[in-house]
DNA sequence: TAATCGTGGTA
DNA sequence: TTACCAAGATT
């Protein structure tokens, strides 16, 4: 559940480390619950959507208070859970609890796309015909066999795989594809997509102010001023009465994460959007001396 | 339904 | 260097 959470829009290469880390030091819901979503978000790092992290503790807190800290099994269960959605439901009751569950992914839509419907891509938003293309072309299975539920699941998991490492978005291997000879995308002439793919701007942008005060907020111990935060002084007197005592300081994650800020070309108005849209999300709050992460 | 939400690797 | 894109969820 933590590495289907970590894996919404992430690849796998940067989960890990990160994935490592916080399964010692929180092994089960109850070990995460039982500590502030401030410590949950610093342990997030730079992942990216922090509201992930906000969203697993909610869940383990709600799997500790009325689950007896049992991870459900169920997808209407575990739909249930704050930032589980269908693809994670599904993932979690067949990968953890070897639940037949239809699996669909961005890997598997695409597979599906070529090797059934001979496009490059797949729709920009998944469809119910999509779901039930799947279910379809998964094993089947009769009630409460346990073989057969461990066939459909390597089965998601086969596909899921193939899109991952072969049947890639940018540049699929085709020449090491196993169902090359099926697939309909190749027997078109490997036709280009029909649609442009719209970007994700990043730079100037709200996102990127936001994670610049997020990045402030994990590396600063005490509550932060909201006028520094805003970027209306140059830098915090703490911050460089610190580094006049101990230059050093300079390469401190604090420091890097307060400049890094301040040298966003934001204006003032675009920094007020950020931190209230950050407050508004519950990723950050308003102390009595100022603001700070969550407790 | 469409927009929004981070970050970093790579073609 | 830029633009794409990566095991989505929520509003």
């Known amino acids: 559940m933590v590495s289907e959470f970590m894996l919404q829009q992430t690849p796998v290469v940067r989960v890990l480390p990160v994935w490592e880390t916080w399964m010692k030091r929180w092994p089960t819901p109850a070990a995460l619950a039982a ?13 990216g959507y922090p509201r992930r992290a906000l ?40 990968f953890a609890f070897n639940v037949p569950a239809v699996v669909v992914d961005t890997n598997i839509r695409r597979v599906h796309a070529r090797l059934v ?5 797949p ?9 039930a293309l799947a279910a379809r072309l998964m094993p089947a299975v009769s009630s409460a066999d346990n ?18 490492l072969v049947c890639t978005a940018r540049s699929p291997r085709c020449e090491d594809c196993p169902v090359i000879n099926q697939c309909a995308w190749i027997a078109a002439g490997r036709p280009e997509p029909h649609y442009k793919p719209k970007g994700q701007p990043w730079h100037g942008t709200d996102r990127q102010v936001r994670g610049a005060m997020m990045a402030v907020l994990r590396h600063t111990p005490a509550p932060v001023q909201r006028a520094d935060l805003l970027g209306t002084v140059d830098l915090t007197a703490a ?8 230059p050093a ?5 604090d420091h890097r994460a307060w400049v890094e800020l301040h040298a966003l070309e934001a204006p003032a108005e675009q920094r007020v959007r950020a931190l209230d849209s950050l407050l508004a999300d519950g990723l950050a709050q308003q102390g009595a001396t100022g603001i700070q992460l969550p407790r």
């Open 147 to 164: 073989a057969d539920a461990q066939l459909a699941n390597a089965w998601n998991i086969a596909v899921m795989e193939l899109g991952a």
């Open 35 to 47: 500590e502030p979503v401030s410590e949950a978000l610093k342990a997030w790092g730079r992942l």
């Open 117 to 121: 419907s001979g496009q490059a891509l």
């Open 249 to 253: 300081r300079e390469a401190s994650p």
């Open 123 to 131: 729709e920009q938003s998944q469809t119910a015909g999509e779901l």
């Open 239 to 246: 911050s460089q009465a610190a580094i006049e005592l101990n």
């Open 55 to 94: 969203r697993l503790h909610a869940a383990a807190t709600v799997i500790t208070d009325e689950f007896d800290g049992e991870v459900p099994a169920t997808q209407e269960q575990l739909l249930a859970l704050p930032g589980v959605g269908t693809y994670t439901a599904a993932a979690i009751a067949c």
